[in-house]
């Protein structure tokens, strides 16, 4: 990663801190039931087997998904885990902070106990949550960049 893009990164992560402090509470990382996504859909069969083996040091661990999630649309990673899903809905147009990392754009929601990642721009979408315990977990994120860019693109851009 430039030089450049790491110093925005460390900046959006920074914001991201303040909005959780600021924003409250809105979901949480994990439920005791297991991990769901959506109805699976063919487009992220794909991009989920791009996802690497390990995120942020954290080696790649089985996950407990709920009923009704097929779990080749989950991953996790470390303890508490990362956990990325696919099948989400493209996200529409959002005041939300966006951020664009190696060309892939995320849209970053602040959670009680971490941050909650979508892609933008891209249908249908990945979403990552990252526990507290990874902060500025926006570093992350380049991690999951190839698996985004093998979705589908809708054409929205953060900008």
């Not at 959006?12 to 409250?24: E, N, R």
């Not at 699976?40 to 390990?54: D, F, G, I, K, N």
Request: proline share 10%; aromatic share 6%.
């Amino acid at each position: 990663m430039h030089r450049a893009a790491r110093r925005r990164l460390i900046v959006a992560a920074a914001g991201l801190l303040v909005l959780g402090v600021a924003g409250g509470v809105l979901y949480a990382v994990q439920s005791p039931e297991g991990i769901a996504a959506p109805a699976h859909v063919a487009a992220c069969e794909s991009p989920m087997s791009q996802l690497p083996r390990s995120v942020g040091g954290q080696p790649s661990t089985e996950a407990t998904v709920a009923e009704g999630t097929d779990p080749r649309d989950v991953r996790q990673w470390g303890d508490p885990a990362i956990i990325a899903t696919c099948g989400w809905p493209a996200l529409g147009p959002t005041t939300d902070q966006c951020l664009d990392v190696d060309g892939v754009d995320w849209v970053a929601a602040p959670l009680t106990d971490g941050t909650r990642f979508t892609t933008f721009g891209r249908d249908p979408a990945i979403e990552v949550l990252v526990p507290r315990a990874y902060d500025p977990a926006p570093l992350l994120l380049p991690a999951f960049g190839a698996a985004a860019k093998a979705l589908p693109s809708n054409n929205r851009t953060c900008s």
